[in-house]
């Protein structure tokens, strides 16, 4: 998700924020103790995948008084959210930003008491001119952008008249669904300049606009109340403790019994049962299964049963957007709180400014260009160079997520007649399993709110077969 946002925006939402944090001191939610958990020698369910719709789908399935054994592929949870360090500095290397209109993971950090941060309010934007790129009055720079970002998204009301159904005008949106971003933009007529602010803010979602479905837009500003300074808003706060931190407070409630290190290979249901093999040769069975894996990764395990047509499909075609990367960098010269917002093509679409270090700056930056090496100095230094001539990149560390075995994609942005064609279908349970990721969330689908919100779906789907 690229970020942005006006001095103006920022400071007010932060006033709410602040009520809206002192009140949640109060409700604070403490973990039960570890001597509360039953004995680990069996479990109702097993849970695929410590994102955050495993963590969450866990502790649901915990407070339903079931025994929960979560396995994870990885040697840390969080999935596609990773809190870890750079130049010294707490960094994310995923999904980080979170918003008061994202209720299930605001309530989240209310709830865990642990704060909330906010970025540096935007001083500059250094948007696309005619023939470059120039500095803009931040109020200017995203309130053009705003205004074409509303022009462009001017069905969205009639489209997704509630945003968490957003299939309620499925009649309607079977014809704009085949639709992708490249050609609401084509149909727009936009001034080649127009192109470039508006591409500056699209051109990074889907991984291009040739990819995107133009109705996932649409569903993004619905979510948004259609309003630019809250589309803008929600890349602004930050859990102070870090992502990996509240999925760990979200697990340590789930009182689970998780196995990292063990990719799961096969699951299999007998009917009675559901036996789940990992490639560390592990076998373990339980009376249901929350597949909690990003839906790139489905068609690498098998099912017995095997996946729908659908569910492989999904897999194949891909929700979570195969180019996503993200990378850190610190640059010599500090360009003040600037943010940077390219056109469609370039190597770095976004970035955004994080930190004044003593003698630097620490940046963040998103791309969808797979010629860039992210974790490559000079290669950055190049892409920076296309936008601020005398950059200088002192050090870069980048991730790039469709080219991670766990994830096979960054967050989820559908292509188009996913929303139609599909959606519906993958939510639905296979038998004993169920499905949980942000991928195929009603709402905030590409959110960790969605993630949220599918694991409690899926966790509801499942529960029926280990009720004790
Ligand atoms: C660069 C980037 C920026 C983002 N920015 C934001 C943002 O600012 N705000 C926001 O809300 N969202 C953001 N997102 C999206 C958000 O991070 C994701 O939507 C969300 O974290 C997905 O959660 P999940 O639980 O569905 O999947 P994941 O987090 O991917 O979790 C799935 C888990 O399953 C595990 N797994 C995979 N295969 C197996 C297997 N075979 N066996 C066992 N385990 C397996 C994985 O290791 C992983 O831990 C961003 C994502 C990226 C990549």
């Keep these: ?19 809206a944090t002192a009140a949640a001191a109060h409700t604070v939610l403490r973990p039960p103790s570890a001597s509360a958990a039953p004995a680990r020698t069996a479990s109702d369910v097993i849970v695929v995948g410590a994102g955050f719709a495993g963590v969450t789908a866990a502790r649901a399935l915990r407070r339903r008084g079931l025994r929960v054994r979560v396995l994870e592929a990885r040697n840390r949870i969080g999935g596609r959210t990773w809190t870890t360090t750079f130049e010294g500095e707490q960094v994310e290397m995923g999904g980080v930003w979170v918003d008061p209109l994202q209720t299930h993971v605001w309530r989240e950090i209310e709830n865990q008491g642990t704060g909330i ?24 720079a995203f309130g ?9 998204s001017e069905r969205a009301r009639e489209l997704f008249p509630d945003a968490a159904n957003p299939l309620v005008r499925a009649d309607l949106l079977r014809r704009v669904d085949p639709q992708t971003i490249r050609d609401r ?48 808003g929600i890349n602004t706060y930050r859990p102070a403790s870090g992502m990996t931190s509240l999925a760990r407070a979200i697990l340590t409630e789930a009182a689970a019994d998780v196995r990292l290190n063990s990719p799961v290979r096969s699951i299999i249901d007998t009917g009675r049962e559901v036996v789940v093999r990992t490639r560390t040769g592990a076998s373990y069975t339980a009376t249901s299964v929350v597949v909690a894996v990003p839906v790139n990764v489905w068609n690498t395990i098998e099912f017995s049963p095997g996946l729908t047509v659908e569910r492989r499909r999904a897999s194949s075609q891909t929700f979570g957007v195969p180019t996503a990367q993200k990378l850190w960098l610190r640059l010599r010269t500090s360009l003040g709180n600037t943010y940077v917002h390219t056109p469609e093509g370039y190597p770095i679409h976004t970035l955004v400014p994080i930190k004044q270090l003593a003698d630097s700056q ?24 296309l936008v601020v001539p005398d950059a200088t990149v002192l050090a870069v560390r980048g991730q790039h997520w469709g080219a991670d075995p766990h994830a096979l994609g960054g967050g989820a942005f559908r292509r188009p007649r996913q929303l139609t064609g599909l959606l519906n279908a993958v939510q639905l349970p296979h038998g004993r399993i169920s499905f949980a990721t942000s991928d195929i969330a009603s709402g905030w689908s590409g959110y960790v709110d969605g993630a949220m919100e599918s694991g409690l779906r899926a966790a509801e789907q499942v529960a029926r077969f280990a009720s004790r």
């Design 144 to 152: 053009w952008q705003g205004a074409l970002l509303a022009r462009f």
């Design 1 to 19: 998700m690229s970020g942005t946002k006006t001095s103006g925006i920022a400071l007010s939402r932060r006033g709410v924020l602040t009520a």
């Design 185 to 232: 933009l084509d149909a727009m007529r936009l001034s080649v300049l127009d192109e470039k602010w508006l591409t500056g803010a699209t051109g990074g979602l889907g991984g291009g606009s040739e990819r995107g479905a133009y109705t996932q837009f649409l569903h993004l500003w619905a979510l948004c109340n259609h309003n630019a300074d809250q589309y803008y």
């Design 362 to 385: 620490l940046m963040v930056g998103f791309s969808g260009d797979q010629r860039l090496d992210v974790n490559n100095v000079a290669q950055v230094e190049r892409a920076v160079r």
């Design 117 to 140: 941060v906010a970025d540096p309010a935007a001083e500059r934007a250094l948007f696309p001119t005619a023939t470059g790129f120039g500095y803009y009055h931040p109020e200017e």
